[in-house]
């Protein structure tokens, strides 16, 4: 560190949750910059499982300050939920280790509203398969210029100008979806209930940052989603709202890139997808439900089957140079332990000609047919394996192939969701 950044080099849920957590003991700061309650990060502890949606891993590790930034969007309902649940299990939050940037955007009802007027109510029918968390309809208003940010809560009179504002805009559009009108009275009301539970958290985070970072201070940014849910660089239109690589923790959170020291990108041994959009080597057979199943592939926030597949190098490849990712983190290797033969994609041929790279254009995305290279799989469990030496050859033969065709090294490998079992495979950030 003192600036490290961490994000997803698929299609979100790489298991980034464990991996911040592990980095979280030699941080002091854990920002959040993008994205909103439409994350969900499990952290097993011991015997015990954290699903965190809005909070940062670094909330669970004693002395890590853990912060929301402006990026992220923030639906106060839930917020205050996750630290009433936190606090249950008796972890401290307060406002010594938890604070909110007070320039970051509100999800509100009015938000959820819309995302289930344009999904539908059952994903299948859906077109893009959201998580219905009004995540991209926030996210439209804070670019339109109308958003309630959390520093409005403070201020009842500008909360008042500005929920009327977004309430005017919405009641046109809700008209549109034959849904009920929303009075502004009732939503100035609900955000001033919130207030006395969010605003002690509330601060000029880039301020704290640049203190920090200037005191040498370990931060860590931790992404949500993944590369290919960014809204400019992911399978648009089947994306997330948010802006999900690296360039997006300096905007999201108000600091500059020379407090950047290090990127790092976290990828499964395998691919996934949770919604809809092309996936190139998505396996709808018996290999596909096998991953699933041993993979306990099921969405963390809304409980859906996430839809399985063979690596796909040429996207992991394309995430680290968007990203400018040094190192990659490989996580749920031990879910490949006992196949008879692995495939990774190397490559896809469109209409006869060869691409090294993932096409922008949905339709191309959609008939891209990879090309894959067969490894051996192995016997021997790599399952809480914590050493190189000790991993079966042909996995090691897997992670250095892996790591020539993304071109970056493999710096760690997790082999189970415990904590501690993570393995140094090459020299390479996080060090
Ligand atoms: P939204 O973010 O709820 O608007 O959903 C847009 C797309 O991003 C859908 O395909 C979701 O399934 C996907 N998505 C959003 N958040 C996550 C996540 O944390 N993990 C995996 N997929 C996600």
Redesign the pocket.
């Known amino acids: 560190m003192p600036g490290m950044i961490v994000v997803g080099l698929q299609?979100?849920?790489e298991g980034k949750g464990k991996v911040v957590d592990w980095l979280a003991e030699s941080a002091d700061i854990v920002v959040r910059f993008q994205?909103g309650q439409?994350?969900?990060h499990t952290i097993v502890v011991g015997d015990e499982t954290f699903t965190l949606s809005l909070l940062p891993s670094g909330i669970l590790r004693h002395g890590t300050v853990a912060v929301l930034g402006s990026g992220v969007v923030i639906d106060p309902e839930s917020l205050i939920h996750e630290i009433r649940h936190l606090r249950d299990r008796g972890f401290r939050v307060d406002n010594t280790n938890f604070m909110i940037a007070e320039n970051a955007s509100l999800v509100l009802g009015a938000h959820k509203h819309l995302?289930i007027f344009r999904e539908g109510p059952s994903d299948s029918k859906s077109e893009?398969?959201?998580?219905?968390?009004g995540?991209?309809p926030a996210y439209e208003d804070k670019v339109g210029r109308r958003a309630v940010r959390v520093c409005d809560m403070a201020n009842p009179d500008r909360l008042d100008t500005v929920v009327k504002g977004l309430v005017r805009h919405h009641n046109k559009i809700r008209q549109g979806y034959n849904g009920l009108d929303i009075q502004a009275k009732s939503v100035h009301g609900d955000l001033l209930d919130y207030a006395p539970h969010l605003l002690p958290f509330v601060r000029p985070v880039w301020k704290f940052l640049r203190e920090s970072l200037h005191q040498n201070k370990t931060v860590l940014f931790e992404g949500?989603?993944?590369t290919f849910?960014d809204v400019e660089h992911g399978t648009y239109p089947?994306?997330?709202?948010s802006s999900t690589v690296s360039g997006s923790a300096l905007c999201g959170s108000g600091v500059g890139p020379k407090d950047i020291e290090s990127v790092v990108g976290v990828c499964k041994a395998y691919q996934t997808?949770?919604?809809?959009?092309p996936f190139p080597t998505e396996q709808l057979n018996s290999t596909g439900g096998k991953l699933r199943r041993v993979g306990v592939e099921i969405?963390?926030?809304?409980s859906r089957p996430r839809r399985c597949g063979w690596l796909d190098a040429v996207m992991v490849r394309q995430a680290c140079a968007i990203s400018g990712v040094e190192g990659v983190v490989i996580t749920k290797l031990d879910v490949l332990d006992g196949f008879d033969e692995l495939k990774v994609c190397s490559g896809y041929r469109l209409m006869g000609q060869y691409l090294d790279h993932l096409p922008s254009c949905t339709d191309a995305q959609s008939k891209v047919v990879p090309l894959y290279e067969t490894f051996p799989g192995w016997t021997q469990p790599t399952a809480g394996v914590r050493k190189k030496s000790n991993l079966p050859k042909e996995a090691r033969a897997y992670i250095d192939r892996i790591e020539e065709l993304i071109e970056c090294p493999v710096t760690l490998l997790s082999t189970s969701p415990e904590r501690n079992d993570i393995i140094r495979y090459s020299d390479g950030p996080p060090s």
């Open positions: 299609w979100g849920d994205g439409n994350a969900g995302d893009i398969g959201t998580t219905l968390m995540i991209g949500a989603q993944g849910l089947y994306v997330t709202s997808r949770v919604g809809n959009g969405g963390t926030i809304t």
